[in-house]
């Protein structure tokens, strides 16, 4: 492989000294962020059915639950779930979208503090989330959670080359100019060159489980001016910006949005799921 395709960058590596206080400022904003961040296509969960065992009677752990948008589909599939967020904001709000949903208990608990039920489940999910758990912990505690051959899927997006391709390049000056850790003449990796292969590597470390199996989506997703806004407000690298920054950083993007994109971007992400079954 590469060095190109080795080293490009991720969304989802939080420098670890800011781990703790990024993953913080999700709660903040529950309600913006069940409203602005995308649902996951529904391939996704055919192949959670088909590579995790996640169907209907299963008992599901997920990690990191948000306000939902994976545990709805999962429990409207039939799956048993418990889902820990360390939110309470967030945990409240996946409670009322859960309300009706299938068999779900929501707790409020860091996963790393949250004591295991004797017994154990099909499958441990994390949808977006993973990254933001302590690494020196997550993995091995997926399986102290996991039967023998269950299954650890977890789910990573990524923010890749495509959709409206030049906006994504003039729109580095706006976070050069109000984000001083943005690295000069950035740009988006292609989807074909970004790497999965740490996550399988970090599995693999623990011994714990056998091979990680990989499937990878693509979708773009169009969005108003004001809706891409919301989006960005979503995101813990531009929450932790100080306000006036922040404040900068969105209005130079919104000028650029209307002025030459006319009033809409579209967006590429890929979403990658990465199964590992416990031995």
């Not at 670890?16 to 996951?40: G, I, K, M, N, Q």
């Not at 994976?70 to 939110?87: F, K, N, Q, S």
């Not at 011994?207 to 995101?235: H, M, N």
């Amino acid at each position: 492989m590469s060095d190109h395709i080795t080293h490009a960058r991720r969304d989802d590596r939080p420098e670890e000294s800011r781990r703790v206080h990024l993953r913080r400022t999700f709660d903040e904003e529950a309600e913006l962020y069940d409203r602005a961040r995308p649902a996951y296509p529904p391939e996704l969960y055919d192949d959670l059915a088909e590579l995790a065992g996640a169907g209907p009677g299963s008992r599901v752990l997920e990690v990191g639950c948000g306000t939902g948008q994976a545990t709805v589909p999962l429990a409207r599939r039939g799956c048993r779930v418990t889902a820990v967020e360390a939110g309470p904001s967030m945990a409240a709000l996946a409670r009322r979208n859960l309300a009706g949903a299938g068999t779900v208990q929501v707790v409020t608990a860091e996963f790393e503090n949250w004591p295991l039920p004797d017994e154990p489940f099909d499958a441990v999910v994390s949808a977006t989330a993973f990254h933001w758990i302590d690494p020196a912990v997550r993995v091995t505690k997926a399986a102290d959670a996991l039967r023998p051959g269950g299954a650890l899927a977890v789910v990573r997006t990524q923010h890749v080359r495509g959709g409206t391709e030049q906006f994504f390049v003039e729109v580095q000056r706006c976070y050069e100019r109000f984000d001083p850790a943005t690295p000069p003449g950035l740009r988006l990796p292609a989807a074909a060159d970004v790497d999965g292969s740490d996550h399988a590597q970090e599995v693999a470390r623990s011994g714990r489980f056998g091979p990680t199996a990989f499937r990878r989506y693509e979708q773009d997703l169009t969005y108003t001016t004001a809706e891409y806004l919301e989006l960005l407000r979503t995101y813990s690298g531009h929450r932790a910006l100080p306000p006036a920054a922040r404040t900068g950083l969105l209005e130079c993007i919104a000028a650029l949005v209307e002025q030459r994109y006319g009033g809409r971007v579209t967006k590429r992400q890929l979403i990658e799921l990465g199964v590992s079954r416990r031995r």
